[in-house]
């Protein structure tokens, strides 16, 4: 889908386990959007292929990546490096190629700083309830309890960055979540904004917490 000569930046962030990840994909499988493939120092989990989930690489590169000014955004989460290369990023851009970032909220506010001449439109994913996403976590880190503790332990203090973005919406259907991303990025495109009940995910929020 060619929504541009020049491409758009679509950001998605979240609580660990909100489910931005599979938006993220879903939205690049539907729309020929490019995700961008951010450089990490964790251990793949079960699954993931280095070069296509992440770029799966020592601290030691990672902080020469960092030294040499390659990143265009990066930060520490749960004790690894997550990282997104410039490069990569600015070509598709350039290009007319629409790029997608499953970041958290330290990596999209240095996007943000870095003031690129692209669109960019950030989108933050809350969870149906703090229920379901202990069930999520639990399910993707069955083997152990105490990471899942970690993630909710610091989901109190990630929902709080809500603000910093231009859209909050609630991943309580993954098919009725992504319809809502796609229509405000529509909107978006046509540079028009699209109206949500902004006390409604206060209050949501306030429930969550």
């Known amino acids: 889908m060619s929504l541009n000569k020049r491409g758009i930046m679509v950001v998605l962030s979240s ?39 992440y770029f799966f690489v020592k601290e030691k590169k990672f902080k020469n990546l960092i030294k040499n000014n390659k990143f265009l955004e990066y930060a520490r989460v749960f004790k690894n490096l997550y990282g997104t290369t410039k490069e990569q990023v600015i070509i598709k851009l350039s290009n007319g190629k629409n790029v997608l970032f499953d970041i958290d909220w330290q990596g999209t506010e240095q996007i943000k700083s870095q003031k690129l001449n692209f669109k960019l439109i950030t989108f933050f994913i ?53 319809r809502k991303i796609m229509n405000i990025i529509n909107k978006e495109i046509k540079n028009k904004k699209y109206k949500y009940n902004k006390l409604y995910i206060e209050n949501y929020i306030q429930k969550l917490i």
């Open 126 to 178: 809350l969870p149906p309830s703090k229920k379901v996403l202990f069930q999520r976590l639990s399910n993707r880190d069955m083997k152990d309890k105490l990471i899942v503790e970690e993630r909710m332990k610091q989901f109190d203090k990630d929902i709080l960055h809500w603000k910093k973005y231009n859209y909050v919406v609630v991943n309580d259907n993954l098919q009725k979540c992504y």
């Open 15 to 53: 609580p660990s386990g909100a489910g931005k990840t599979t938006l993220v994909k879903l939205l690049s499988k539907k729309n020929n959007f490019y995700t961008s493939i951010s450089h990490t120092t964790r251990k793949p989990r079960e699954n993931e292929v280095d070069g296509i989930d």
